[in-house]
């Protein structure tokens, strides 16, 4: 059964920092891509961040370049997202994916965890 469980989420201040944890299994590792998706109230899910994880290539959405990082422990079947300098429009449920294609894009991805509620308060 493949599952992907999503942890680290929370409250914190703006300016803050967080680190997510998806952890993944019922699949091979190393033969899809995660990404990282977020989904305010209201709004459309969105994707934040996503890695290769055969080659560790990644990519970013524009307004989290420079404050967040992808990146991943093979050995422990898990993808992190770290996340500095946080504010309040961050504020969302935070999903991670597993797919086939390292893109930003929720419809190519195959496998999505629960989510896990990160809130910035101003």
């Known amino acids: 059964e493949v599952q992907l469980v999503e942890s680290g989420g929370g409250l914190v201040q703006a300016g803050g920092s967080l680190r997510l944890s998806c952890a993944a299994s019922?699949?091979?590792?190393?033969?899809?891509?995660i990404g990282w998706f977020r989904q305010a109230p209201g709004e459309e899910r969105e994707g934040v961040a996503c890695i290769r994880v055969s080659n560790g290539r990644v990519d970013y959405e524009d307004s989290v370049k420079g404050r967040f990082t992808i990146s991943s422990d093979n050995a422990k079947n898990t993808v992190y997202l770290q996340m500095n300098s946080l504010k309040p429009e961050d504020t969302a449920v935070y999903y991670c994916a597993a797919g086939r294609i390292p893109a930003l894009l929720p419809e190519l991805y195959d496998y999505w965890g629960q989510g896990t509620q990160v809130t910035v308060s101003s």
């Open positions: 019922g699949f091979t590792f190393d033969d899809y891509d």
